[in-house]
């Protein structure tokens, strides 16, 4: 089995061995073990849990890599009809501590009915999606679950 030295960030790595394919509640880690779909076993094995986002690449003990992709999960991309309202949305969501991830001037959250009435009825315009989902990194002194890395530059 090989080691995870490093993690490098999409588009500073060429070529991979092998790819990982994980949700992305499975891409915060400390320890774990991980078989490619090649059959590649990887140990990742920090001091600290690390998030691993969508098209990151583990850097293995012998300087090969294997690429992380992120499942395409079921989320809902959220539009707003200004600035002003998507600040808006934007605060509702945050308030009840909403894992986001902010796609161009769109936000993404995981498919929640709950949710999706709230923001129908606040003026947002919603469509279903199916990507991978990378959600931005929790405040390090927010509430609810942290989540702790390397960063992506």
Same mark, same amino acid.
């Given at each position: 089995?090989?080691?995870?030295?490093?993690?490098?960030?999409?588009?500073?790595?060429?070529?991979?061995?092998? =790819? &990982? &394919?994980?949700?992305?509640?499975?891409? *915060?880690?400390?320890?774990? @073990?991980?078989?490619?779909?090649?059959?590649?076993?990887?140990?990742?094995?920090?001091?600290?849990? @690390?998030?691993?986002?969508?098209?990151?690449?583990? &850097?293995?003990?012998?300087?090969?890599?294997?690429?992380?992709?992120?499942?395409?999960?079921?989320?809902?991309?959220?539009?707003?009809?200004?600035?002003?309202?998507?600040?808006?949305?934007?605060?509702?969501?945050?308030?009840?501590?909403?894992? @986001?991830?902010?796609?161009?001037? =769109?936000?993404?959250? =995981?498919?929640? *009915? @709950?949710?999706?009435?709230?923001?129908?009825?606040?003026?947002?315009?919603?469509?279903? &999606?199916?990507?991978?989902?990378?959600?931005?990194?929790?405040?390090?002194?927010?509430?609810?679950?942290?989540?702790?890395?390397?960063?992506?530059?």
């Amino acid at each position: 089995m090989k080691r995870v030295t490093s993690i490098k960030a999409r588009g500073e790595y060429t070529a991979a061995v092998d =790819r &990982v &394919v994980l949700d992305a509640d499975d891409r *915060h880690r400390r320890r774990i @073990v991980l078989t490619g779909e090649q059959g590649t076993q990887v140990l990742i094995d920090f001091p600290k849990p @690390v998030a691993l986002r969508d098209g990151d690449g583990l &850097v293995l003990d012998d300087g090969s890599i294997v690429a992380i992709a992120g499942v395409e999960e079921q989320l809902v991309e959220i539009e707003a009809p200004s600035a002003f309202e998507a600040v808006r949305l934007a605060w509702h969501l945050g308030n009840r501590h909403t894992d @986001v991830q902010i796609v161009g001037g =769109r936000v993404r959250i =995981r498919r929640d *009915h @709950v949710l999706e009435d709230m923001l129908r009825g606040l003026g947002a315009r919603l469509a279903p &999606v199916e990507a991978a989902f990378d959600p931005e990194p929790a405040s390090p002194h927010g509430h609810g679950h942290r989540h702790h890395g390397h960063e992506h530059g």
